[in-house]
C-alpha cells in the first residue's frame, strides 16, 4: 500500500490522461501475468442507475389495482397485447423480448420486489448504500465487489476486477486493486500536439523516466507502459464477437462487447461492471415505445449479445442486473412515475433455476402498499448479492460482505 500511495504521490500525473484507475501493484502482475490464467466463475453486474420502474418491467398484469393506478402506461398480455406472458400472471415488457428465449430455456431468473430496506428516495444514496451492501451505514469505506475479490485471496492480477466506467464504481471501492476504463479503445497515449503513436508516446515517456533517479518512479513507470501495450495486443478495435452477435451502438453495448473480450482473452478477469443509465422516468415514460422501451430493449440486446458471443463461457458466467429502488405504483400527471421503493432484478446463467419470477408479492391494494404508495420491498437485495457470491463466486461469507445482514438465500442458483 505504501508502494501504491507513493506511486500516486509521485508518478500518477503520467498516467492520468490514460483512463486509468490503477496502481503499480496490478501493473507489475500485469507484467508478470502474460500467460495463459485457468478458467475461474465470473460475476457481471450491470447497474441500472436512475431507478427502473419494476412494476413495468416485468408487470402483475392480472392486478386490477395496478390497472387501475396506471390509465395511461400500463399494459396488458395475450390476444396481441404488448406483454409477454411468461407465467400466467406475470408479463415481460416487449422492450425486453430478447430475454424471451433465455427465460423459456430456463437460464435466467427474474427477482421481484427486491430492494433496499433503507427507505431514502434519494438515487444517490441508495445507489451508494447498494453498492457498499451496508444501506444503513453513508461511510463505508468499501464496495461489496471489492471485498468478495479480497475475500477470493486473489493474487492481484491487472484484469482481476474490472468496470467499464469513467471512474471507479462504488462497489469497486477498497484494498483490492480493481481497474476503471471508460472505453478500452482509448486506453492510449495521447500527444499534445496531434496523434502521435503509442509507441513514440510510450518511448518519449520512458526515455524521460529513465531520467530520473527514484527507482519506484523509474520501475513502476516502465510497467504502466507494459501494460499498456499487453492492452493494445488484446486489440479491442478489431475484436469480433461469435455466433453472429451484435452488440447495440450504445455505451452499455460498447462496454459488454469489452467484457466479452476480456472473457474470452482469459486475462483472470473474475468480476465485471457496467453501468446502465437513464432510467429516472417522471417523465412520458411511455408504453411500447418511449423512453422506458428504448432503454429495456438497449439493455436486453446488449446483455444477449453478451451471452450469445461467451459460447462455452456461459458454463462459468453469471450476469446479474441491479437498481437502486423502484418507481411508484401509481403513475404521475406526467405519464410517469416517481421514486418508489422495489424493483426487480434479472440473473442469467447456466446454474440459475430460471424460467421463474421468484417474489412475496401480494396484489397492490393500497392496505398492501409501502407507506401507501408502493410495491413493498419483500427480498432485500443482500439475499440475492449474497447467493451469487456464495454459489457461483464460491465466497461464503456474508458477515464480512455484507455487515449486519442476517437473512438467508432464495434458492434461485443450483
Not at 503509442?198 to 520501475?219: G, I, M, N, P, R
Not at 440459475?352 to 404508495?373: C, F, Q
Request: charged residues 25%; neutral net charge.
Amino acid at each position: 500500500m505504501e508502494n501504491r500511495r507513493l506511486f500516486l504521490k509521485k508518478g500518477g500525473v503520467a498516467i492520468l490522461g490514460l483512463g486509468i484507475a490503477g496502481i503499480p501493484d496490478f501493473v507489475r502482475a500485469a507484467v508478470l501475468d502474460q500467460k495463459r490464467i485457468s478458467k475461474n466463475k465470473i460475476l457481471i453486474c450491470i447497474f441500472q442507475r436512475g431507478a427502473m420502474d419494476g412494476l413495468m418491467a416485468v408487470t402483475p398484469f392480472n392486478d386490477i389495482h395496478l390497472k387501475n393506478a396506471r390509465p395511461g402506461i400500463f399494459m396488458e398480455a395475450g390476444n396481441g397485447k404488448p406483454l409477454i406472458d411468461l407465467d400466467n400472471t406475470f408479463g415481460l415488457h416487449p422492450g425486453f423480448r430478447d430475454f424471451e428465449s433465455v427465460f423459456r430455456s430456463k437460464n435466467l431468473a427474474v427477482i421481484h420486489g427486491m430492494g433496499s430496506p433503507n427507505k431514502t428516495r434519494s438515487h444517490f444514496d441508495a445507489q451508494d448504500y447498494m453498492e457498499n451492501g451496508t444501506p444503513f451505514h453513508k461511510g463505508t469505506r468499501d464496495g461489496w465487489l471489492n471485498r468478495l475479490l479480497n475475500q477470493k485471496k486473489l493474487s492481484h492480477n491487472t484484469f482481476s476486477g474490472v468496470s467499464l466506467t469513467s471512474s471507479l464504481p462504488k462497489s469497486f471501492y477498497g484494498d483490492f486493486p480493481c481497474l476503471a476504463v471508460r472505453d478500452f479503445n482509448d486506453f492510449k497515449l495521447k500527444g499534445g500536439a496531434g496523434k502521435i503513436s503509442l509507441k513514440q508516446s510510450a518511448e518519449s515517456f520512458e526515455e524521460l523516466y529513465d531520467l530520473t533517479t527514484d527507482e519506484l518512479q523509474k520501475q513502476t513507470s516502465k510497467e504502466s507502459f507494459e501494460a499498456i501495450k499487453m492492452v493494445e495486443k488484446l486489440n479491442f478495435k478489431n475484436y469480433s464477437p461469435s455466433s453472429g452477435s451484435k452488440y447495440p451502438v450504445s455505451p452499455l453495448g460498447t462496454s459488454l462487447k469489452q467484457i466479452a473480450h476480456l472473457i474470452k482473452s482469459d486475462v483472470g478477469l473474475e468480476v465485471a461492471f457496467a453501468e446502465s443509465n437513464g432510467w429516472d422516468t417522471h417523465f412520458n415514460q411511455g408504453t411500447d415505445s418511449g423512453i422506458f422501451a428504448r432503454n429495456a430493449n438497449d439493455l436486453s440486446k446488449s446483455v444477449m449479445a453478451l451471452w450469445n458471443d461467451l459460447g462455452t463461457y456461459q458454463d462459468d458466467v453469471v450476469i446479474m442486473t441491479m437498481t437502486e429502488f423502484g418507481r411508484t405504483v401509481k403513475q404521475n400527471g406526467t405519464n410517469g412515475t416517481d421514486h418508489g421503493r422495489a424493483s426487480c432484478s434479472f440473473v442469467i446463467g447456466k446454474n440459475i433455476a430460471g424460467g421463474k419470477v421468484y417474489h412475496k408479492m401480494s396484489d397492490l391494494s393500497a392496505e398492501n402498499l409501502e407507506d401507501g404508495r408502493d410495491l413493498p420491498v419483500t427480498i432485500d437485495f443482500r439475499s440475492v448479492f449474497n447467493e451469487v457470491a456464495e454459489k457461483h463466486m464460491k465466497v461464503s461469507i456474508p458477515d464480512i460482505l455484507f455487515p449486519d445482514w442476517h437473512g438467508g438465500n432464495l434458492s434461485f442458483i443450483t
